[in-house]
């Protein structure tokens, strides 16, 4: 069974960072997009950043110049480092992934559980 697993949230005061992570596990052949989306009390999910296999990434205009999307695909993991940090960027923060497994040739979009970001003084 495949499974998105994130750590890394918390509560940090304005103008401070965070840097998440989510690891892919189980059975992973192959790992396309992964990506990085909030949401936010009463909002609806929205997209942050995403990137590709090949490396290029995809901001939201509101987090970019302060948010750096990566991965390290030997471990299958990809991560967001979060800086300067702002109230508004509060909420849920899931981690989500195009990926394909040994027993089958489709790919499917897997997502994690999410994880709490708060930024408050």
């Known amino acids: 069974q495949v499974q998105l697993v994130e750590s890394g949230g918390g509560l940090v005061q304005p103008g401070g960072s965070l840097r998440l992570s989510c690891a892919a596990t189980g059975p992973v052949r192959s790992i396309d997009t992964m990506g990085w989306y909030r949401q936010a009390p009463g909002k609806e999910r929205e997209l942050v950043a995403t990137?590709?296999?090949?490396?290029?990434?995809n901001y939201a205009d509101s987090v970019k110049g302060r948010f750096t999307i990566s991965r390290d695909n030997a471990k299958n993991t990809v991560y967001l480092q979060m800086n300067s940090l702002k109230p508004e960027d509060t909420a849920v923060y899931y981690c989500n992934a195009l990926l394909g497994v040994y027993y089958s040739v489709n790919y499917r979009t897997y997502w994690g559980q999410g994880t709490q970001a708060t930024v408050s003084s």
């Open positions: 990137i590709t296999s090949g490396g290029s990434t």
